[in-house]
């Protein structure tokens, strides 16, 4: 459930970066220096990744762990497992019975 509500709802909505080389993706040419954007909301709902609907909210979804709300390889967030911690407990004391 917490990785869905992750994937949802990214802590970031963005994040910027001035491309480095020139380069050529689907036929449009980034050069150095020109400033790239990644939505986040947008890379979370990619249909090859998550296949399974991905603008619903499906808490049990299977494949949520591919999420990129805290980044990726290199640049991943070193907090992430902390915050994932931070709203599995939010939640348990949420849904505690009475």
């Known amino acids: 459930?917490?990785?869905?509500?992750?994937?949802?709802?990214?802590?970031?909505?963005?994040?910027?970066?001035?491309a480095k080389p020139d380069v050529t993706l689907n036929g449009q040419t980034i050069k150095q220096g020109d400033k790239v954007v990644m939505w986040y909301a947008s890379g979370n709902r990619y249909e090859r990744a998550f296949e399974q609907d991905p603008d619903q909210f499906i808490i049990d979804r299977k494949n949520v762990?591919?999420?990129?709300?805290?980044?990726?390889?290199?640049h991943r967030c070193m907090g992430?497992?902390?915050?994932?911690?931070?709203?599995?407990?939010?939640?348990?004391?949420?849904?505690?019975?009475?």
Do not use: C, D
Request: charged share 30%; aromatic share 10%.
């Open 80 to 98: 992430n497992r902390l915050a994932e911690l931070q709203l599995r407990i939010l939640w348990e004391e949420i849904l505690k019975e009475g």
């Open 65 to 74: 762990r591919k999420h990129l709300s805290f980044g990726f390889g290199v």
């Open 1 to 18: 459930m917490v990785s869905e509500i992750i994937r949802w709802q990214t802590p970031l909505a963005y994040m910027r970066r001035a």
